[in-house]
Nanobody
């Protein structure tokens, strides 16, 4: 019954910002690390950012460091990805991911398109 639902994607101009959100349910959210992945057409899915259960430790792929910020609100069972200074190469479907009892779970994905 683990469920992850992403939202917040859309079309934005280069240099613009978007804030993605992932609503989680079906597990004790505060006990698990969360991650954001993305996949562009014809390319493999890549890890973008991750955050530990308490929110004190974060990691980012080099290409988004300084531009993206991952955060979580354990009281609301949500994990967010603030995306600033967006570039066309950030265009992809973004997925929320967690690992509960050694099983990987994915959201349905939300499309982010960066174009003028």
């Amino acid at each position: 019954q683990v469920q992850l639902v992403e939202s917040g994607g859309g079309l934005v101009q280069p240099g613009g910002s978007l804030r993605l959100s992932c609503a989680a349910s079906g597990f004790i959210f505060s006990s698990y690390a969360m991650s954001w992945y993305r996949q562009a057409p014809g390319k493999e899915r890549e890890l973008v950012a991750s955050i530990n259960s308490s929110g004190g430790i974060t990691n980012y792929v080099d290409s988004v460091k300084g531009r993206f910020t991952i955060s979580r609100d354990n009281a609301k069972n949500t994990v967010n990805l603030q995306m600033d200074s967006l570039k066309p190469e950030d265009t992809a479907v973004y997925y929320c991911r967690t690992n509960v009892r050694y099983i990987r779970y994915w959201g349905q994905g939300t499309q982010v398109t960066v174009s003028s």
